[in-house]
């Protein structure tokens, strides 16, 4: 059973602060990482995804990988209240995604 | 969501009674997927398809039951509903999930609640 590990949260951070969410994965043949953010009823969106060891930048987001430790981070800078969701990890195995079950991020004004 | 709609939105039905929650896509995506939602548990496959009549199950696809007669349509079927399926229900559609850049869209979601 492959498993993808996040904690629950909430993670809460003052407004124009960094955020910083981590996932731990189980399989260490996983290859792709995906970073999705979800708002209260609404339904998950891509924001990020990796598969080379290291950082990849995009806008505020920045994600982060380390094959060798298993695991993968997502770094929000200058946090905005809009920013505020829950935010799923996922690895893709085979020919599905494998989800963790989200940390709830609350960025206060 | 663009080119992926779920019916119904919101449903409530008995216990006992079967119950089909229908995903639609006009992206002509081979793969397709249904997963449950549920606070604590996260997003889990319940069954996915990768063409016309190729179904595989997921993790949790004890007492659903899928088919997928076109490309556009993916069905799931509760076939004698329990208050255990008590769930947000999301469909995702793919075009090549191993390539990564793309992920999956998901649909709106459906709401079902079994009384």
């Known amino acids: 059973q492959k498993e993808v590990e996040q904690n629950s949260g909430p993670l809460s951070v003052p407004e124009g602060a960094i955020a910083s969410l981590n996932c731990t994965y189980s399989?260490?043949?996983?290859?792709?990482f995906f970073w999705y953010r979800q708002y209260s009823g609404k339904s998950p969106e891509l924001i990020m995804f990796i598969y080379s060891n290291g950082d990849k930048e995009d806008g505020r987001f920045t994600a982060q990988l380390n094959k060798a430790s298993q695991y993968v981070s997502l770094l929000i800078r200058d946090s905005q209240p809009s920013d505020s969701a829950t935010y799923l990890c996922a690895v893709i195995g085979g020919n599905m995604l494998t989800f963790g079950g989200g940390t709830r991020l609350m960025v206060k004004p | 969501d663009a080119g992926i709609t779920q019916s119904p939105r919101h449903k409530v039905t008995e216990t006992g009674t079967p119950v089909t929650l229908r995903c639609h896509q006009t992206e002509n995506h081979r793969y397709m997927y249904w997963y449950r939602q549920d606070p604590g548990h996260g997003l889990r496959l319940i069954h996915y398809?990768?063409?016309?009549?190729?179904?595989d199950k997921g993790e949790v696809s004890d007492g659903y039951s899928v088919s997928r007669s076109k490309t556009e349509d993916f069905l799931l079927t509760l076939e004698s509903a329990t208050s255990s399926q008590t769930s947000v229900y999301f469909c995702?559609?793919?075009?090549?999930?191993?390539?990564?850049?793309?992920?999956?869209?998901f649909g709106s979601g459906t709401r079902l609640t079994v009384v």
């Open positions: 995702a559609i793919s075009e090549a999930p191993t390539q990564g850049v793309e992920g999956y869209t």
């Open positions: 399989d260490r043949g996983s290859q792709s």
């Open positions: 398809s990768y063409g016309v009549k190729d179904t």
